[in-house]
């Protein structure tokens, strides 16, 4: 019995963590549409304000923001698309950017919440949840992730791609909690659905 669930987990693992993660992403939604405070934008606000914002770091945190934003994700896919020699590939790229920037944007007229008031950095227009830096970069830089895992021999290049890009995903997440135009939850729930 044990071995026979053992089996289902493994060969099912990547299902079970989409799974869990839209189950999440769907609780921290919940709290959104019913307008409930969640406890842990106030916890993620105060540690980046605590220990991250200073004055050195906000042309750092504007430009990793910048690794998120819509021109700078249109021109990674573009070039990746007259890059790549798979077209099938390119093309899957270009897909994967234009149906999450869909979702993320129908997620936000149907929640509609507005953008914290408290500390603004930056100016940003538009809904809050989730994040659409936090979201679209996840999905992009994680196919990328995906695609640098599959088809990268070189071990040691592999390694350093895969490790640069998901320090930069977390980054820009944190990015956005930083400059102000986020709550914790709306990150969260980004990274989350990604």
């Known amino acids: ?14 299902w079970i963590i989409c799974f869990i993660c839209l189950i999440l992403f769907l609780a921290i939604a919940e709290d959104v549409f019913t307008k409930e405070l969640i406890r842990g934008d106030a916890i993620g606000y105060e540690l980046v304000n605590t220990y991250l914002i200073r004055d050195s770091l906000t042309p750092f945190a504007k430009i990793i923001t910048w690794f998120g934003s819509p021109i700078c994700l249109i021109l990674i896919t573009i070039l990746l698309f007259v890059l790549i020699k798979n077209k099938k590939i390119g093309l899957l790229i270009t897909i994967n950017l234009v149906a999450i920037t869909i979702l993320n944007q129908l997620l936000k007229f149907i929640l509609q919440r507005p953008r914290p ?23 992009v ?3 990328l992730i995906y695609l640098i895992y599959k088809n990268i021999k070189n ?5 350093v791609l895969i490790i640069i890009l998901s320090l930069l995903i977390i980054m820009i997440g944190i990015s956005r909690i930083y400059l102000g135009v986020h709550y914790t939850s709306d990150v969260l729930a980004g990274f989350l659905l990604s």
């Open 155 to 159: 071990k040691h290049t592999k390694n």
């Open 117 to 139: 008031e408290e500390f603004r950095v930056i100016n940003e227009t538009g809904y809050s949840f989730p994040s659409g830096h936090s979201m679209i970069s996840a999905a």
């Open 1 to 14: 019995m044990f071995q026979k669930i053992q089996k289902i987990l493994k060969t099912n693992y990547k």
């Open 141 to 143: 830089y994680g196919l």
